[in-house]
């Protein structure tokens, strides 16, 4: 990520947040330039938030007309509830994240949160209200500090503290040659993938959103160090609304539920038991994953 500094203060905030959101969901899904197809209307409200209640309701999306990617995809997140998505590659899992974002305008249904239609409020609202929890951190060549006041450039310093030692990094911080204004990133430091991650969850605690949207880290980590991420992340979720986007299911078996996808539409759902005791899909994809790491382990 080249580095552009912008000498008018004011401008270099607006600059950094719209930049913000673009890296962690270009990271999350692997976007890097997006269409600009999507605009806010004149006069768009901002989006109000109060428990986070997010709809999809019957939405028919297709990247290109001739395509349909999501075919009637109607789903309740209830506020403070958490929500996994699996699925085969390519059933649409991403899709249902960037459709969350407004990256793209639905063809068909609605989605809101809170009551509101995405497309009737501004898009900046609607990204300030959304935590994204990429797969992997983008680190700027910058002091620690600096990385993870970025998700919110005008906190503190005890704010930033405070969201460090809530994604238990604060000690590994302190112990750096030069703390927090130690140098990150390609030119800095290097940070294993686990401490990325918790500077990561650290910018997003910052940041505060009522929402969580979270793409699950497929294999970069030991295993002890993704048990403590997916600690932390599970308690990042506590009292928001929560979406995972999951490559593996071992991490989300004790979602409240999970949605499972195949060709763009909703084929099962329901929490980890009741889906293996109905043996269907979700329960022939546990047994599969389940023997090979049974496989890899041995
Ligand atoms: P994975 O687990 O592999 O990440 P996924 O379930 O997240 O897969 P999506 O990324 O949502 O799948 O993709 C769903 C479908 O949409 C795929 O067939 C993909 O080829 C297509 N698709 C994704 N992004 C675009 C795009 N920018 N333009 C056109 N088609 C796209």
Redesign the pocket.
Known sequence: MIQITLPLGFLGTVYREIRQALVDMGQM???LAQPAEVKDKPGAPELKVGGGEVVFDSVQF???PE?I?LKGISLTVAAGETVA?V????????????LLFRFYDVNAGAVRIDGQDLRDVTQDSLHARIGVVPQDTVLFNDTVFYNIAYGRPDASREEVEAAARAAKIHDFIQGLPEGYETKVGERGLKLSGGEKQRVGIARTLLKNPPILLLDEATSALDTQTERDIQDSLKEMGQGRTVIT?A?RLSTIADADRIVV?EE?RIIEEGRHDALLAQGGRYAAMWARQSSEEEEEAA
């Open positions: 899904f692997g976007l297709g990247y290109d395509r990617i998505l699925g085969p590659s390519g059933s649409g899992k991403s899709t249902i994240g960037r986007i490559h996808l763009g």
